[in-house]
């Protein structure tokens, strides 16, 4: 079972977490771990994940995002289960009870117009809850140039969901006092609240800028039907078993299920 190592995160980003709903977490894990998920990434930056057509080919994009790769990928279920992370996410959602949802990565190709828009994340997911973060692990040195991550500052005590390109009149772009944001080392990661509204910035640069991310919920979480949210597709057209399970889950049931197992973790 994981220990939590309560070196990694003091009590004061713990309550940063808690008030701004973003922090940056220095050498959340080590330079063997940065090898291993790089070497996994660009194995499968080119093929289909789990969740995609198999024999669709790839069409060429200025930035991939493929995701639940823990099923079929052991690199990815060890970051899952047994990195740091999950050590992490427990401290910051201070909580007993520890669920992942999914793994998925971000490739940004260089000198590409390629901009994330502002949004958060808990639109995408089928649950509701307040504890819930994703952590987002840089495997290249960030910055402003190659696509670096900014969030609007105490944007998830808002109270409001943002899908990217939907563009609502109640939302209106960020003053720059408002917006938080850190150049990275790779090993470095930012952990943010599902509501956090953030974007990421275009790639200018002459190299590819790689993360993988990892979301994770607490005790207060459960199954919220959303419509137009992961898995993105109509469940009887996913045949992995792991899915069994959680298609018949019910408003306000634990998420606990084949596809959201829990990671125990002790203090
Ligand atoms: O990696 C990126 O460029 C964007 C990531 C992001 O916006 C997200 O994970 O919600």
Request: charged share 25%.
């Amino acid at each position: 079972m994981l220990k939590v190592d309560t070196r990694k995160i003091s009590p004061q980003q713990v309550e940063a977490f808690q008030r701004d709903g973003v922090i940056c977490v220095k050498n959340a894990v080590d330079d063997i771990w940065v090898e291993r998920i790089r070497t996994a990434v660009d194995k499968n930056v080119l093929i289909p994940g789990p969740m995609e057509e198999k024999n669709a080919p790839k069409p060429e994009a200025s930035a991939e995002h493929t995701s639940n790769l823990w099923l079929v990928d052991a690199d990815f279920r060890a970051l899952a289960f047994e990195s740091p992370l999950p050590t992490l996410a427990v401290q910051v959602l201070k909580s007993e009870k520890l669920n992942f949802l999914a793994d998925g990565f971000f490739v940004k190709k260089p000198k590409t117009n390629a901009r994330i828009g502002w949004h958060n994340d808990l639109p995408y997911w089928p649950i509701q809850g307040w504890q819930c973060c994703k952590i987002w692990l840089a495997l290249d040195t960030v910055n402003q140039e190659n696509g670096r991550l900014e969030y609007i500052k105490g944007s998830h005590r808002w109270g409001r969901e943002l899908r990217e390109r939907s563009n609502p009149s109640w939302f209106v772009e960020p003053e720059p006092q408002e917006i938080l944001f850190w150049d990275m080392e790779a090993g470095d990661c930012l952990i943010h609240h599902f509501l956090t509204i953030h974007h990421s910035v275009t790639n200018i640069s002459s190299a590819q800028r790689r993360a993988v991310v990892t979301n994770w919920t607490g005790d207060d979480v459960t199954y919220y039907h959303r419509p137009k949210a992961w898995p993105f597709k109509p469940l009887e057209e996913i045949d992995l078993p792991q899915f069994n399970s959680f298609k018949t889950k019910k408003p306000g049931e634990p998420l606990d299920c084949d596809i959201f197992p829990r990671v125990e973790v002790h203090r």
